[in-house]
């Protein structure tokens, strides 16, 4: 166990190598400050990894060691020579004190991380669809070609349980860790969303140290290891999870981008919101819900700033373009959700349970009330006129909510019976951001006037 | 957990103490955000526990998942194991349904679940339509006829194992 452990660092470690090479082309390294970079780079990398990956498998690639770690060192490689040619002079943001987080937040984390590598595979829909295709995915075809085997990724009739409609990024990911292992081990592949878990905690460190203290963002960091939705989301091994660290961040990454006018930080979200799709669908109305948050702040404040958040979401929709002509060359797709007027006037029953579902959600302890707790400080920040964060926050949470309930109630599937428990899974995305923002919404509410917080 | 949630809340009132005489401001946003925590993930630590002893009590070296609870009392281990020792790496298998899967009143629930469980089990392993595949996995079908071409066969009551000769 412990070498597959190993063999899981040393494959995230690879990534992380892959994460510096884009922040380096990006011009993002010499902007992040020391300590904050390795977190930072890790999360980008596992992102860049899940968008990337696909691509691969659908051009009758593999994700085999052979093939993706020269393009690693291509990435680093063009990453050092853009970087060096650059001869630009550090200009690091505030974060450098990121012993205190590594402190407070680090110690939880690696406990969850070694109490992840310990837990055995349980829940039916991480079987038979997140693993069961990522070892198809390692282990089938040949070294370099043939890993996306028709026969297993075109044939829904043969595979019902394992959504073959899903976008195979997080899949790639699991196959990259069996490479890595030796061998599918089923147990130490929680692992993995302990990093990614890493990943997002390091990325919102180093985008909000510099307008939160120290104390009060690593206790929200730590907050969030130990949130007990989010422990249970990482055992189950869904793929929740992985899409709410990649969103939340990206999420925070965009808002920035928005308050510093670094491209860098557009460049780095667009990676992440990009992955967020890559993972699981439901990334899709993620995405509108923070592109097009940020898209009506812009639009009243700086319209032309709108081109740029545009092409960002463009490039990350266009990301999905492989996965899309797979799924529609071999006619595969899904009847969940089937949208219609007629449809909703029929099912207007389905709006109650599904608003009652989500308010359920929000409030259950196990979310530690992240959510309404984000909403009231960020509304007092709004009074207070300290807008950076508050609005798009309270944009991208409305319009989460607002898809969910239209998917709802649109929906095929049986409503009390899977659709609303499947609400504290769905929700996971949301409520990591509410809780990773909580500090800086807190600190900006409490903080006197003539602070610059917020 | 219980370690790690001891370590913060001691690095909360460390904190804290520290922050509340230099920083009003920065001490009470540390008290708003930890007092959730400290409120509801204590309550949790017991449910940690248990579940890490469930987990310690199954044997970890196998790495095997659990068995859904919604096939325990249709599935055959040894139909498995021995599938997972015949049936090579890039061979594949069809699964061909006899005896009380074809039954009017069978569990078609149950039955959707055990082809997934076995699909996962045998991966990389390929299911395929059963003219394609180089063995037949019959479930149910111990006590009836032999499929045609029939060149190896376990009986693994109810189910049977069946390596085909190639089809030319």
Same mark, same amino acid.
């Given at each position: 166990? +412990? ?51 696909? !691509? ?55 406990? *969850? ?24 995915? !390692? ?55 302990? *990093? ?49 660290? &990649? ?79 797979? /799924? ?13 007027? @007629? ?6 029953? /389905?709006?109650?349970?599904? +608003? ?7 409030? @259950? ?41 239209? +998917?709802?109630? /649109?929906?095929?599937? /049986?409503?009390?019976? &899977? ?15 509410? !809780? *990773? ?18 | 957990? %219980? =370690? ?14 520290? %922050? %509340? ?29 248990? $579940? ?18 919604? =096939? ?14 015949? =049936? ?21 629930? %149950? ?7 076995? $699909?996962? $089990? ?14 037949? =996995? ?31």
């Amino acid at each position: 166990m +412990i070498l597959h452990a190993v063999g899981v660092l040393v494959a995230n470690a690879l990534l992380a190598g892959g994460g510096v090479g884009v922040l380096m082309l990006v011009d993002g390294w010499r902007r992040l400050a020391r300590w904050t970079r390795p977190g930072v780079a890790l999360l980008v990398g596992q992102g860049a990894f899940v968008v990337v990956a696909p !691509w691969l498998l659908y051009a009758g690639l593999s994700v085999s060691p052979l093939l993706v770690e020269p393009l690693i060192a291509l990435v680093l490689g063009a990453g050092l020579v853009v970087h060096r040619r650059r001869a630009l002079p550090a200009e690091p943001r505030p974060g450098g004190d990121g012993w205190i987080a590594a402190l407070v937040a680090g110690v939880p984390l690696v406990l *969850l991380g070694a109490r992840a590598s310990y837990h055995a595979l349980f829940q039916f829909d991480a079987i038979s669809n997140w693993v069961t295709k990522a070892i198809v995915i !390692w282990s089938g075809g040949h070294r370099l070609t043939g890993v996306l085997d028709p026969r297993f990724f075109a044939r829904p009739d043969l595979h019902p349980q394992s959504h073959l409609e899903y976008p195979v990024g997080l899949n790639a990911l699991y196959a990259w860790d069996f490479h890595w292992m030796g061998t599918a081990d089923t147990w130490v592949v929680h692992l993995q969303l302990a *990093l990614l878990l890493a990943g997002a905690i390091g990325t919102a460190w180093a985008l909000l140290r510099p307008i939160v203290p120290a104390l009060p963002l690593s206790a929200g960091l730590a907050g969030l290891v130990l949130m007990p939705a989010q422990v249970d989301r990482l055992l189950s091994a869904y793929a929740d999870l992985p899409l709410a660290c &990649v969103w939340a961040a990206g999420a925070i990454v965009l808002m920035r981008w928005r308050a510093e006018r670094e491209r860098y930080l557009l460049a780095l979200a667009t990676v992440l919101l990009a992955a967020t799709v890559a993972i699981k669908q439901d990334g899709g109305f993620y995405d509108v819900a923070i592109y097009g948050g940020l898209g009506i702040v812009l639009a009243v404040e700086e319209r032309r700033r709108l081109l740029e958040l545009s092409a960002s979401a463009a490039i990350a929709a266009l990301t999905t373009l492989p996965w899309r002509i797979y /799924n529609a060359a071999h006619g595969i797709g899904s009847t969940d959700i089937r949208p219609g007027l @007629s449809r909703m006037r029929a099912e207007t029953g /389905n709006l109650r349970p599904t +608003i009652d579902g989500i308010l359920h959600v929000f409030v @259950s302890r196990g979310t530690l009330f992240a959510l309404p707790l984000a909403v009231a400080f960020a509304v007092a920040c709004i009074v207070k006129q300290r807008r950076t964060e508050a609005v798009p926050f309270l944009l991208a949470a409305s319009l989460v909510v607002v898809s969910i309930v239209l +998917i709802y109630w /649109n929906a095929a599937v /049986n409503l009390p019976l &899977v659709l609303i428990p499947a609400l504290a899974r769905i929700l996971t995305g949301l409520i990591v951001l509410a !809780w *990773l923002l909580l500090p800086t919404l807190v600190y900006g509410a409490l903080a006197p006037d003539e602070s610059s917080a917020g | 957990m %219980a =370690i790690a949630l001891t370590f913060l809340l001691a690095a909360a009132a460390l904190g804290l103490a520290y %922050a %509340a005489r230099t920083h009003r401001v920065e001490a009470a946003t540390v008290l708003i955000v930890a007092l959730p925590i400290v409120l509801f993930v204590p309550p949790n630590t017991q449910r940690w526990i248990d $579940q890490l002893r469930r987990d310690h009590n199954r044997n970890s070296h196998t790495s095997r998942a659990v068995v859904p609870l919604a =096939i325990l009392s249709v599935q055959n281990q040894a139909l498995e194991d021995q599938a997972a020792l015949s =049936i090579g790496r890039h061979q594949t298998y069809a699964i061909v349904l006899r005896g009380r899967w074809t039954e009017r009143r069978a569990d078609t629930s %149950a039955l959707t679940y055990l082809e997934s469980w076995l $699909q996962f $089990q045998l991966a990389p392993r390929l299911q395929v339509d059963p003219d394609r595949a180089d063995w037949l =996995i019959v479930l149910g079908g111990a006590k009836g006829p032999l499929p045609r071409g029939a060149t190896t066969v376990y009986r693994l009551d109810p189910d049977l194992l069946v390596r085909r000769a190639p089809t030319t």
